[in-house]
DNA sequence: CCTGTCACG
DNA sequence: GACGTACGTGACAGGG
C-alpha cells in the first residue's frame, strides 16, 4: 500500500526506548555467557507491548522504531559543546545497542538510522513527508524537543504517561504553539543537550516574551522595547547566543534518506525468526508469551554456562621496541593526533623524573593506538655532561618544546569522546594534571585487572604482561641503574627511552584489548565503574591535598623519646649484665634464654628465639628486664617510624604530608596507603596517640573525623541474618554488651567490664573466621574454655555457622566470594590441603565482610565531592573506616552533616542494609583531637 | 632481600 | 593425632 491519505504513520525513538529499558531494569546478563542484556530485554518487552497495543481501529498502517547514529552531527560543528555534558554510555550498555537494532528487526519492525543525524531530525523529516502526503503521524517518545512537529495531523504519544500529547498539550507545556517551541527553547536554553539559551530566562518566561512579540525574530529584532531592564540587556547582549540555540534546537526535516515512507509499512513479525531472536537472548518469559501470541511452538532455550576461554587472545603482532617512533617535531605528533581522533582510543604513559608524582617532572609522553603502534615524545632529555653548576644540563637534540607539545596534546587528553587508557591512571593523571591537563575519559588496566582478579596475582605493569603478553618488559633498572649511581629518567640517552616508554604504552593498550572484554564475561563491569574507576580522581584529589604536619612537634617528641631510650637502654644493659643491641632480636634471645636461663624460649624457623611482644610479655609478669625491652621496643617504633620518618616526608613546596593510596592493593578492596602509611598512625597507646598532635589544621580551620561506627560488624548481622543483633544495632544497644548478656545470661545493667571484654573480642573473632586457638591466645585463656566460648556463641546465633560454612563452600564452588556489591575476591587456596586451606578459609569468611566495608565507604568518598559542594572543605585521609576532612571553622556543622549523610546512605540504592550505619563525628585543631 | 616486629583498622 | 591457626595492610631494623 503507498502512503497517503488514511494511512497512519508511528515513529518510535529508539533511543528512549533503549535508556528507558535500560534505567528501568536490573543489570541481567546472559546466563549462558554474561552478556548483558538487560536493556535489550526491557527493549523488547516495551515493543511487544507496543505491538499487542495496535489492534483497535487506529492501528497504524506503518512503523518505524528511529535510533541516533554516530556522536558527531552537524549541530557539533556549530556548538562543539553541545551535548558534551552528557555522560559517557555505561559500558555495560554499549554491546547491547546493536542488539537493539537486531530486536527490532526480529520483530519486522523497519529500523531506521542515517549517519550524522540525531533520531530526531529523522522523526521530523518522516513526520513532514507523511503529512504532505495526507496521512496521519504518531511519535512515541518523551522527548519534548519532537513536540516541534506536533499539529496538522501530528501528535506525540508520551509512552511513559501513557499520554497523548496535541496541540493544546504542547501549549500547556510550552506556552506556544508547536510552531513557536523552538523560539521558546532557543531563548530557555536546555542543560540536558547543553544549550546556552539566554541566562536567567526559562520557560515561563521565554513564552510571556514570544506571545508578546509574536516570534523570535522580531523579539530580538524589538529587544530595547523590553521593559525589564534586566532581562533587555540579557537578550541584546546574547542575541547570537539565542540564534545559535535556535539552529540547535530546531530539527532538520530535510534529512536525506535512502529510504521512503512505503518501506514503512506495517508487517507480520516471522515466528522463527523472532523465537529464534529471543531464544538466542535466552528471554525464557518473552519467549513463551510471544509464541503463545503467535500460536507457534517455543523453541528450545540452552542457557547452560559456557565456559568462557582463558583469555580473548587476539592476534597481535609481536612485542618489537625497534618499530616505536620517535616523535620529535609537530608534524609527526599531528599524524598521531589524526590518527587517536580516528580511531577514538589511545594507551597513554608519562615518564617523569620522580615516583612522587606531587615533584615529579614530565620528562616525555608515549602513546601507543594499536598493538605495536607506539611513540615516544621525549621532552625533557637533558643532554650528555655534567650541566652548570647549578646541575640543570642543556636539553638533548630531538626534542619538541614541552609546551608545544602539551598544547597540542591537551585537546585530545580532554576529550570526552576519545578514551585514554592507562595503567595506574592516577599517576599520570595527577603528573598531567600540574601541567594544566585534566585527562578524562579513561580506562585503567590496572583496575580492570583487579576488578577481575583480586586475590589471584598482582596487578603491576610487569605482571600482568608476562602472564597475558608472555613478555617481560624492559626492566627501569637497565636505563636507570640502581643504588646509588641512579639516576632519574631525563638522564637516559632518548633513543633508549624510545624503546622502555612506547614499549609501556604498548604493552598497555595489549593488555586493555585483552582485559577489558572479559569485564563484562566475569560480571564486575558495574565493580569496575561504580567502585574502581571513579575512585581515581577522588584519590588523586586527596593526595594532592596533604596534610598538614609540625615539624616542631614531631622534633620536640623524637628528642624525648631518644633520652627515654637512652635510659631504658642503660637499664636493660645493667639487668643483662653487659651491653648488647636491644633492638638485635637475635642478641636480645641469647641474653634472655641462653645468658639468663629464662623458661619459654622457642626457636624459630631461622634458629633464632622468638621474642615477639606475646613472648616478653609473659615473661615480663615475673622478669624486669623483658618489661623494660617491651618499653624500649614502644619507644623505638614510634620514634623511628613516626616522629623520625615523618618529618622526612613533609613536602617542602607545601609543607604537608602527601600519602600515596593503592587502590589495587589490597585483596579485600581496602585501600592500602604508603610512603608514608597514614593509615597505622597510632591511637592506642596514650604516648603514641600524642603524635597525632602533630597532624594540624592550619589557621582558621579545623580537622573533622568522621567514622563508621562498628560496620563490619553491622555487615556480619546483615549478611548472616542474625535477628539478635540486627535489632540491638536497630536499637542503639552496646554491640559488645549484649552479646555478652546473650553468651553468659548477664543481664546488661549487672555486666563486668571483663565480661564485655571477652565477648568483644569473640566479636571480633568471628570476622576473623574464629578459631578456639586464635580467641584462647587472643584472650590469653586456655584453649578449651575458648572452644567452649565459640560452642555457646554458635548455639545463640547459629546464622554465624551457616554464613561461615555457606561463605566457604561458595568459594571452594566458584574460587571467589563476593561483597555485596558484586566485588569479587579469588581464594585459590581455599581446596589446598594442609594449613594453607585453613589460611584460605578464614580470609574467605572475613573478605566479604571487610569488602562491603571497604566497598560501602568507596561509594561514600565517591559521592564525597558532590555532597560537599561548595563547602570550603577538603577531604584528606581515608582510614578504613574513617575519613577525615580540612574545613573552615564557621562551616564544621555543615560539613559533618552533610558528609554524614553521605556515609550513612552511601550503600544505597544498590544494597538495602537491614541495619543501620552510624557515622561518629568528632573535631579539632588535631587529630588527636579529631578523633 | 628476607625476617621479625609492631603500628593501624 | 598432628599440623598450625585469628582478617587485612606498611615501615623499620637487623643480618646475611
Not at 511519535?139 to 519532537?146: G, P
Not at 617504633?637 to 616522629?643: A, I, N, R, V
Request: glycine fraction near 8%.
Amino acid at each position: 500500500m503507498s502512503f497517503g491519505k488514511g494511512c497512519h504513520l508511528h515513529l518510535i525513538d529508539g533511543s528512549a526506548f533503549i535508556f528507558r529499558a535500560y534505567h528501568a531494569l536490573p543489570p541481567l546478563t546472559r546466563k549462558s555467557d554474561g552478556l548483558p542484556i538487560g536493556a535489550v530485554s526491557g527493549f523488547c518487552n516495551m515493543l511487544q507491548r507496543y505491538v499487542e497495543g495496535n489492534n483497535g481501529s487506529d492501528a497504524p498502517t506503518h512503523v518505524a522504531v528511529i535510533f541516533d547514529k554516530g556522536s558527531h552531527t552537524f549541530r557539533n560543528d556549530l556548538y562543539p559543546e553541545y551535548k558534551a555534558n552528557r555522560e559517557a554510555m555505561p559500558e555495560d550498555l554499549r554491546p547491547q545497542i546493536p542488539l537493539t537494532r537486531r530486536a527490532t528487526e526480529a520483530f519486522n519492525i523497519a529500523c531506521k538510522e542515517v549517519e550524522g543525524y540525531e533520531a530526531d531530525d529523522i522523526i521530523g523529516t518522516l513526520s513532514v513527508q507523511a503529512r504532505k502526503a495526507g496521512g496521519r503521524v504518531t511519535i512515541i517518545s518523551s522527548d519534548k524537543d519532537l513536540m516541534q512537529l506536533v499539529g496538522g495531523g501530528v501528535e506525540m504519544l508520551d509512552a511513559m504517561k501513557n499520554r497523548l500529547i496535541d496541540v493544546e498539550g504542547v501549549e500547556e507545556k510550552f506556552g506556544v504553539g508547536p510552531d513557536r517551541v523552538v523560539d521558546v527553547q532557543a531563548l530557555a536554553g536546555d542543560s540536558v543537550d547543553n544549550v546556552p539559551g539566554a541566562p536567567g530566562i526559562g520557560i515561563k518566561t521565554a513564552a510571556l516574551l514570544i506571545n508578546e512579540y509574536g516570534d523570535l525574530d522580531t523579539l530580538l529584532a524589538r529587544a530595547e522595547e523590553i521593559k525589564q531592564p534586566k532581562r533587555r540587556q540579557t537578550l541584546i547582549d546574547h542575541a547570537d547566543q539565542i540564534r545559535l540555540s535556535r539552529q540547535l534546537v530546531q530539527l532538520d526535516c530535510d534529512t536525506p534518506l535512502d529510504f521512503g515512507l512505503d518501506d514503512l509499512e506495517v508487517r507480520d513479525p516471522d515466528p522463527d525468526v523472532l523465537l529464534g531472536f529471543l531464544a538466542e537472548m535466552e528471554f525464557r518469559t518473552l519467549t513463551k508469551r510471544i509464541a503463545e501470541a503467535m500460536d507457534a511452538e517455543p523453541p528450545e532455550i540452552d542457557d547452560t554456562p559456557q565456559d568462557a576461554p582463558e583469555a580473548d587472545a587476539p592476534e597481535m603482532p609481536e612485542i618489537d621496541a625497534s618499530t616505536y617512533e620517535h616523535v620529535q617535531d609537530m608534524d609527526a605528533l599531528e599524524i598521531w593526533l589524526k590518527r587517536i581522533r580516528a580511531q577514538g582510543y589511545v594507551a597513554v604513559d608519562t615518564e617523569t623524573t620522580s615516583l612522587n608524582e606531587m615533584q615529579a617532572e614530565l620528562v616525555g609522553v608515549s602513546l601507543a593506538t594499536q598493538p605495536g603502534q607506539a611513540c615516544y615524545i621525549p621532552l625533557g632529555h637533558k643532554g650528555e655532561g655534567e650541566g652548570d653548576l647549578f646541575g640543570s644540563a642543556a636539553l638533548a637534540e630531538g626534542q619538541m618544546p614541552l609546551e608545544d607539545a602539551l598544547a597540542a596534546l591537551k585537546p585530545v587528553l580532554e576529550d570526552a569522546s576519545i578514551l585514554k587508557i592507562g595503567q595506574n591512571m592516577k599517576y599520570d593523571a595527577k603528573v598531567l594534571a600540574r601541567y594544566g591537563i585534566e585527562v578524562s575519559p579513561f580506562d585503567d588496566t590496572m583496575l580492570i585487572s583487579y576488578a577481575l582478579h583480586a586475590g589471584l596475582h598482582g596487578h603491576g605493569m610487569d605482571a600482568l604482561s608476562e602472564r597475558y603478553l608472555n613478555h617481560t618488559p624492559i626492566p627501569i633498572k637497565s636505563l636507570l641503574g640502581t643504588g646509588k649511581s641512579a639516576v632519574t629518567f631525563d638522564r637516559v640517552p632518548v633513543a633508549d627511552a624510545v624503546k622502555y616508554a612506547a614499549e609501556d604504552a604498548d604493552i598497555t593498550l595489549r593488555l586493555w584489548t585483552v582485559l577489558k572484554p572479559q569485564l563484562h564475561r566475569a560480571q564486575v563491569t558495574r565493580v569496575y565503574e561504580t567502585l574502581e574507576r571513579p575512585l581515581v580522581p577522588v584519590l588523586a584529589h586527596m593526595e594532592r591535598n596533604g596534610i598538614k604536619v609540625d615539624r616542631d612537634v614531631l622534633s620536640r617528641m623524637s628528642g624525648a623519646f631518644a633520652q627515654k631510650m637512652a635510659q631504658l637502654e642503660e637499664e636493660i644493659h645493667e639487668l643483662a649484665g653487659r651491653k648488647f643491641n636491644v633492638g638485635s632480636p637475635k642478641q636480645l634471645g641469647e641474653i634472655l634464654f641462653d645468658e639468663m636461663s629464662l623458661e619459654g624460649g622457642k626457636r624459630g624457623k631461622t634458629g633464632a628465639y622468638a621474642t615477639g611482644a606475646d613472648v616478653l610479655e609473659d615473661l615480663a609478669t615475673e622478669y624486669e628486664l623483658p618489661a623494660r625491652v617491651l618499653d624500649w621496643r614502644q619507644i623505638s617504633k614510634l620514634k623511628s617510624t613516626y616522629t623520625d620518618a615523618l618529618q622526612d616526608h613533609i613536602d617542602p613546596d607545601t609543607g604537608r604530608v602527601h600519602t600515596s593510596y593503592q587502590q589495587a592493593g589490597a585483596n579485600t578492596g581496602r585501600l592500602a596507603s604508603s610512603d608514608p602509611n597514614l593509615q597505622n598512625i597510632p591511637v592506642r597507646s596514650e604516648e603514641g596517640r600524642r603524635i597525632r598532635e602533630a597532624f594540624v589544621a592550619p589557621e582558621g580551620r579545623v580537622l573533622v573525623s568522621l567514622d563508621y561506627s562498628q560496620i563490619e560488624l553491622r555487615i556480619l548481622a546483615h549478611v548472616a541474618g542474625i535477628n539478635a543483633l540486627k535489632q540491638a544495632f536497630k536499637d542503639g544497644q552496646d554491640i559488645h554488651a549484649m552479646t555478652a548478656s546473650e553468651m553468659f545470661n548477664v543481664p546488661i545493667d549487672e555486666m563486668t567490664p571483663e565480661i564485655r571484654r571477652q565477648a568483644k573480642a569473640i566479636n571480633f573473632g568471628v570476622i576473623y573466621g574464629i578459631s578456639g586457638f586464635g580467641l584462647a591466645r587472643n584472650l590469653r585463656i586456655p584453649r578449651g574454655e575458648a572452644q567452649g566460648f565459640i560452642d555457646r556463641y554458635f548455639e545463640r546465633f547459629p546464622g554465624i555457622r551457616t554464613y561461615m560454612d555457606d561463605t566457604v563452600a561458595f568459594g571452594k564452588k566458584h574460587g571467589f566470594v563476593e561483597t555485596l556489591f558484586g566485588r569479587k575476591i579469588h581464594t585459590p587456596e581455599i581446596g589446598a590441603s594442609g594449613p594453607r586451606a585453613g589460611f584460605a578459609k578464614r580470609a574467605a569468611i572475613n573478605a566479604p565482610i571487610q569488602g562491603t566495608a571497604a566497598d560501602v565507604i568507596r561509594r561514600a568518598m565517591i559521592r564525597m565531592p558532590d555532597a560537599i559542594a561548595g563547602l570550603p572543605c577538603k577531604m584528606l585521609l581515608q582510614v578504613h573506616d574513617e575519613l577525615l576532612f580540612e574545613v573552615d571553622e564557621g562551616a564544621v556543622d555543615d560539613v559533618i552533616k552533610a558528609a554524614r549523610d553521605a556515609m550513612e546512605s552511601a550503600a544505597e540504592p544498590v544494597v538495602k542494609l537491614s541495619v543501620p550505619l552510624t557515622v561518629d563525628a568528632g573535631q579539632g585543631a588535631n587529630w588527636a583531637k579529631a578523633h
